[in-house]
């Protein structure tokens, strides 16, 4: 017999403290009166509900990894840590999974594979929280096969606050008509942070992708997985610019659903000069090209006809454990570190022009510890929906990316966020420094969140921040606000406006 874990109350004496007041992001502190770890959902209902009557400040985390400071700012009186609600485990009707906004994207992999041989396109770092990838839209290594996250999303339990300050849990389903049917699609992309506080989703798929047990893709029997490392002394300006141009150019050339091509993801890791080395990940479903012919086929186009040399490893894996070689886990570097990252969403190759700059930024001067580009593999199943199908409008992109940078210490802050954004704004000079909705780009990722999109000093465009992230869905998203937290409890400098 299982004995319930009870909810735990940690305050500034507890010498827990210390390590929960800080996310992810050392740049910012998270320092409530204090934190309230609940093991129910009827937990944060009674926790939120004395919050709200008392008018203190409330926020609520799952995994810690929000790249900006929307829990800790403004100071909030008390911050739910989502991490104990972590169950996961059949829905109530049996077709289809349920599970806690606190698992990690690690636990659901390993607990979806072992007990059902299933998948779903979750992300490649293992240890971010269900409940802020799922709301910010999800996807990940198996997203140009399965698409979002939120493709498969059925249901999500929530405790919302009402006009009369009375926290209800209740829940909302795919399919269901009028307010309920508003307050699932707004957490089909719609971010963190905005509606109340989710305790589980519930997961069942569309049925061309439902091919196993629970309702869900039926994970595959093998991977094929390459690292390729390229070093720095082998990669001039003029192969730079043709690998990149060419990791753009085939994944145009395969960006529609349902082909063997989707079966295939690479994450580009274009890392500062100083780091030595350029890294590609590539996998690709066995099942689907037992020889492994389109990874070879595409690692060679990006190389053939340059100077580049690619030093590979890998090899053919059992599907977790392939899963597992790609993704990437709080370790190392970025532990303990400050950080900064931007997003963009890409239609098509970037220009040599702009590639040129990525290339010169990458080697200035800098003494960044983790500084880079990834380029991730887009399209496939991803851009099967409608723009509006989901809150998540970016329904037609072919790669996207993230730009990072990691550091130690509050006195290298001024350094390493001019290089992040003098490259940024340098790369998007010609859309006034941001990656706008155009022939080329299409916006920013909520779950990349950047507040530097907020001050046009730095987004000079004529798109405002709310366009970059979610186009025309924004509108309805504010409908979605009014209704179902009226009287803005749940709110950060980039939340939804009621």
Request: with cysteine; glycine share 12%.
């Amino acid at each position: 017999m299982t004995v319930p874990i009870p909810p735990l109350t940690v305050d500034r004496t507890d010498p827990r403290y210390v390590e929960l007041s800080h996310s992810d992001n050392h740049r910012f502190a998270v320092e409530p009166e204090i934190f309230f770890l609940p093991s129910t959902p009827d937990d944060v209902v009674g926790a939120l509900q004395k919050a709200v009557t008392e008018g203190r400040g409330v926020a609520c985390r799952s995994g810690g990894h929000c790249g900006q400071d929307f829990v800790g700012s403004p100071r909030r009186d008390l911050v739910l840590d989502l991490h104990n609600l972590n169950v996961v485990g059949p829905t109530t009707d049996g077709h289809g999974v349920r599970v806690g906004a606190g698992a990690t994207v690690d636990q659901v992999q390993k607990a979806l594979y072992r007990r059902w041989n299933a998948a779903l396109p979750l992300g490649a770092c293992s240890a971010v929280g269900m409940g802020g990838l799922v709301a910010g839209g999800g996807y990940g290594p198996l997203s140009r096969q399965l698409g979002l996250v939120v493709d498969h999303l059925d249901a999500v339990e929530i405790a919302v606050v009402d006009e009369s300050r009375t926290v209800r849990l209740v829940t909302a389903r795919a399919g269901d008509p009028g307010d309920l049917g508003e307050l699932f699609w707004a957490h089909t992309g719609g971010g963190g942070g905005n509606f109340g506080v989710v305790t589980a989703y519930e997961f069942r798929s569309p049925e061309h992708l439902a091919t196993g047990t629970m309702g869900l893709p039926r994970a595959s029997s093998r991977m094929h997985v390459q690292k390729v490392v390229y070093p720095w002394a082998a990669m001039d300006e003029a192969n730079f610019v043709t690998v990149m141009r060419r990791f753009f150019e085939w994944h145009e050339r395969h960006a529609e659903p349902g082909t063997p091509e989707s079966s295939l993801f690479a994450t580009f890791f274009v890392n500062h000069s100083s780091q030595g080395i350029l890294q590609l990940m590539v996998q690709q479903d066995a099942d689907v090209d037992p020889e492994g012919r389109i990874l070879d086929e595409f690692v060679a186009f990006l190389t053939e006809g340059t100077g580049a040399v690619g030093i590979p490893r890998g090899g053919v894996m059992s599907w977790l454990t392939g899963t597992r070689y790609m993704s990437q886990a709080d370790c190392g570097d970025v532990m303990g570190a400050r950080s900064a990252s931007k997003s963009a969403y890409h239609r098509a190759a970037p220009t040599d022009e702009q590639l040129a700059v990525l290339h010169r930024h990458l080697h200035l001067d800098h003494p960044g510890q983790a500084s880079y580009v990834m380029f991730n593999s887009y399209g496939g199943e991803i851009n099967r929906r409608a723009p509006s199908d989901t809150v998540v409008p970016q329904r037609d992109s072919v790669v996207k990316s993230s730009w990072f940078t990691a550091w130690q210490g509050a006195e290298m802050d001024g350094t390493q966020l001019g290089w992040l954004r003098g490259l940024y704004q340098e790369f998007f000079a010609g859309t006034g420094g941001v990656p706008v909705t155009g022939d080329r780009t299409d916006g920013c990722y909520i779950n990349y969140p950047d507040i530097d999109l907020l001050d046009p000093v730095h987004n000079r465009s004529q798109q405002p921040w709310h366009h970059l992230y979610y186009k025309d869905n924004y509108a309805r998203l504010r409908a979605a606000k009014r209704l179902w937290d009226p009287l803005n409890i749940f709110h950060h400098s980039m939340s939804i406006e009621p």
